[in-house]
C-alpha cells in the first residue's frame, strides 16, 4: 500500500468528499423506513390523508437528495481512482525504462504488460469501489442496527445476532480467496506470453504448419486459468446464497418476534415493516460488501504484483554528469572480461581481452551461442560485466553517465525494430533534432535512399507497428540509418545486415569507411565476407576468445575461422 499511498495524496481532497457523499446518502437511506413507519402508523391508520401526502413528499425530498450524493460521490471516486492509476501507470512504465536489461529478462516482458494493464486495471477498480463502499455499507449496518434499538430494543438484539454470523461468511470467503487471486493473475501472465508469442510469429507458426500444436499450448494455458477462476468463483458464489439465508432467516424472527409484540399491543404494524426494512437494508449492503471484498482482494493481490515491480531496484548505478573524453586511442577495451546472466549457471563469456582503437573496424565471428551479442551489449553497458573491466575511451564504462555513453554507442540489433509512424519520426529516434540534410545522409549510407525516395511520401511514408509494411532489408537499413543519425562514436552493427544481398552488403560496409566522422565499428556476423577487411576480427567459440587477427592470419592459424570459411565458401563462392 505504500505505493498507492503516494499517489493517492495527489486526490486527498476527493478522497475525502467521495466516502463523505455517500455517507450522506446512506444518512438519508436510513431515515427512509422512519418515515415509512409513520405513514403506515398514523396516516393509513389513522386515515390522515395530510400525514400521507406529506410523508410521500419527504420520501420524494430524501430519494432526489440520495441521488444527488450518490453523483457527487462517484464523481469524486472516479477522479481519484483514475487519476492515482494514471500516476501510478505513469511512473510504473517510468520505473521499468529505468531497469537494467537483467532485470528485466528476469522479470518477463510478459507479466510486465500484465501488471501494466490488467492489474493495474485492478487496482483501479478496487480504489473507486473502495471510496464508494468503505463507509457507506458499515454505517448503514451498525446505523440500521441501531436504529432498530429505537424501535425495539428486544426485537433488535436479532440484528446483533445476524451481523457477527454475516461477518464470519463473509471473512471466511475472503481469508481463502485473496492468495487464489494472485495465482489467478499469475496464470494470465502464462496466457499473455502465448498470446505475445503466436502473435508475434503467427508467419513462422504458418510456415511450419505449427497452428494446432500453438493452439493446443493455448489451450493448455487457457484452462489452467480458467480452472483457476472457476475455483476461486465457486467459493466466490457462495457468500451470497450463505448471507441471504442468514438475513432470511433474521427477516423470518423479526416477523416472528413482531406479530406476537403487535398480537400484544406492544408494537405497531408500521415498526415491525421498518424493522423489515432496517434488516433488508442490512442485507443489501453486505452483499455489496462482499462483493467490495471480492474486488479488494483481486485489487490487494494486483497491487503486490505492481509494488514487487517498483521495489526492484536496478542493479546498475549510473554517475551523474558529463565528462569530458579523455585523450586516448583506445575507442574499446576489454580486460580479462567474464559475464554470467542472472538466474544462469555458466557463464557466457570468459576472460575476454581485446582492444579497439579509434576508427578501427572490429569483426566479431562466431557459431551460435557463442557469446558475440552478449560481447557487444557490455559496450553500451547493457549488461555489466561480472569480472574484469570494460573502458570506453579509456574509462570504465561504470564511470560514464548514462545518457553521454548511450550517445556515443550506436547499436543497431539483431531484430529490426521500428516504431509505427513516420520513416522520418522513426529516423529521429537517433536524434530528434537532426536536419533534413542530416537523414539523407545517415539514409544514404544505410543503402536506404533509393527505397525511401521511390516512397509515395518519402519521409512521411507511415510505417506500421514493427515495420510490417516493409521487407526485411528494409527494416535493417532503416535501422541502421537510425543509428547512423546519432553519428556515434562507437557504431554496433549485431548481425544487422543478415537480409542484404551481398551486393549491398559490401556497399554499406564501403561506405561505413566513408563516414565523414570517426567511427569505430564493431560488426557482429556469421558471414566471413562481412568482416573479412575489418582492422582486427575476433573469433568466439563456448564464450571464449579462440583467436584474434586478420583475415588472412585467422586463415592461416585458426580452425575455427577456417572451418567457418571454408563452408561458407563452398556454399557461397569466394565473395
Keep these: 500500500m505504500k505505493y498507492l499511498r503516494i499517489y493517492l495524496k495527489k486526490y486527498m481532497r476527493e478522497s475525502i468528499l467521495a466516502p463523505l457523499f455517500k455517507m450522506l446518502e446512506a444518512l438519508f437511506d436510513l431515515f427512509v423506513p422512519i418515515v415509512v413507519a409513520r405513514l403506515i402508523n398514523t396516516g393509513i391508520g389513522e386515515r390522515d390523508s395530510g400525514v400521507v401526502w ?18 457527487v460521490a462517484q464523481y469524486f471516486a472516479a477522479k481519484a481512482a483514475t487519476g492515482t492509476a494514471a500516476g501510478m501507470r505513469h511512473d510504473l512504465m517510468k520505473h521499468i525504462y529505468g531497469l537494467d536489461s537483467s532485470s528485466i529478462d528476469q522479470i518477463g516482458t510478459s507479466t510486465l504488460i500484465t501488471r501494466m494493464t490488467s492489474d493495474m486495471n485492478q487496482v483501479q477498480n478496487g480504489l473507486n469501489l473502495f471510496l464508494r463502499l468503505f463507509l457507506r455499507s458499515p454505517f448503514i449496518v451498525f446505523g440500521a442496527m441501531v436504529m432498530a434499538f429505537t424501535i425495539d430494543s428486544g426485537i433488535a438484539l436479532i440484528f446483533v445476532c445476524t451481523i457477527p454470523i454475516l461477518s464470519v461468511i463473509i471473512f471466511g470467503v475472503m481469508k481463502w480467496t485473496s492468495p487464489r487471486y494472485r495465482q489467478i493473475q499469475e496464470k494470465l501472465d502464462l496466457v499473455t506470453r502465448a498470446t505475445r508469442q503466436n502473435l508475434s510469429g503467427v508467419r513462422v507458426i504458418r510456415a511450419f504448419g505449427r497452428e494446432e500444436d500453438e493452439v493446443k499450448a493455448f489451450q493448455e494455458s487457457n484452462h489452467q486459468l480458467n480452472t483457476m477462476q472457476n475455483l476461486v468463483g465457486r467459493i466466490s458464489s457462495l457468500m451470497n446464497p450463505l448471507t441471504y439465508v442468514v438475513v432470511n432467516l433474521g427477516i423470518v424472527a423479526v416477523l416472528y418476534a413482531g406479530a406476537r409484540k403487535v398480537d400484544g399491543g406492544v408494537l405497531l404494524n408500521g415498526n415491525v415493516i421498518a424493522l423489515v426494512n432496517y434488516l433488508s437494508q442490512i442485507l443489501v449492503e453486505l452483499i455489496k460488501l462482499a462483493n467490495l471484498i471480492v474486488t479488494l482482494s483481486r485489487s490487494a493481490a494486483s497491487l503486490r504484483r505492481i509494488e514487487d515491480v517498483l521495489d526492484r531496484k536496478p542493479s546498475m548505478a549510473f554517475p551523474e554528469g558529463q565528462k569530458a573524453l579523455p585523450l586516448t586511442d583506445e ?7 567474464s559475464l554470467t546472466y542472472a538466474g544462469a549457471g555458466d557463464a557466457s563469456l570468459h576472460d575476454i581481452s581485446f582492444t579497439a582503437l579509434k576508427g578501427q573496424t572490429i569483426g566479431v565471428i562466431g557459431g551460435t551461442g557463442s557469446g558475440k551479442t552478449s560481447l557487444v551489449s557490455l559496450i553500451n553497458r547493457m549488461y555489466d560485466a561480472t569480472e574484469g573491466m570494460v573502458s570506453v575511451y579509456g574509462l570504465p564504462v561504470r564511470d560514464w553517465d548514462r545518457e553521454q555513453l548511450r550517445c556515443m554507442v550506436g ?25 533534413e540534410d542530416e537523414l539523407w545522409e545517415a539514409l544514404t549510407a544505410a543503402q536506404a535512399a533509393d527505397f525511401v525516395r521511390i516512397k509515395p511520401d518519402g519521409l512521411e511514408e507511415r510505417i506500421e507497428q514493427g515495420g510490417r509494411n516493409l521487407s526485411g532489408g528494409q527494416r535493417q537499413r532503416l535501422t541502421i540509418a537510425r543509428a547512423l543519425v546519432r553519428k556515434p562514436s562507437i557504431l554496433i552493427l549485431d548481425d544487422s545486415a543478415s537480409a542484404l544481398d551481398f551486393a549491398t552488403d559490401a556497399a554499406l560496409r564501403k561506405a561505413l569507411r566513408e563516414l565523414p566522422w570517426e567511427t569505430t565499428c564493431l560488426i557482429v556476423s556469421q558471414r566471413t565476407s562481412s568482416i573479412r577487411h575489418a582492422d582486427q576480427i575476433l573469433v568466439l567459440e563456448d564464450g571464449r576468445l579462440a583467436a584474434r587477427g586478420t583475415h588472412k592470419e585467422l586463415l592461416s592459424s585458426c580452425p575455427v575461422y577456417q572451418e567457418i570459411y571454408d563452408s561458407q565458401f563452398r556454399k557461397e563462392g569466394d565473395q
Design 54 to 71: 406529506q410523508s410521500f413528499m419527504i420520501l420524494i425530498a430524501l430519494a432526489l437528495i440520495g441521488l444527488l450524493c450518490s453523483f
Design 331 to 337: 575507442a574499446v577495451r576489454f580486460d580479462r572480461v
Design 411 to 435: 547499436v543497431v540489433p539483431q531484430k529490426a525494430q521500428l516504431f509505427s509512424g513516420t520513416i522520418r519520426e522513426n529516423l529521429l529516434w537517433g536524434n530528434p533534432g537532426a536536419s
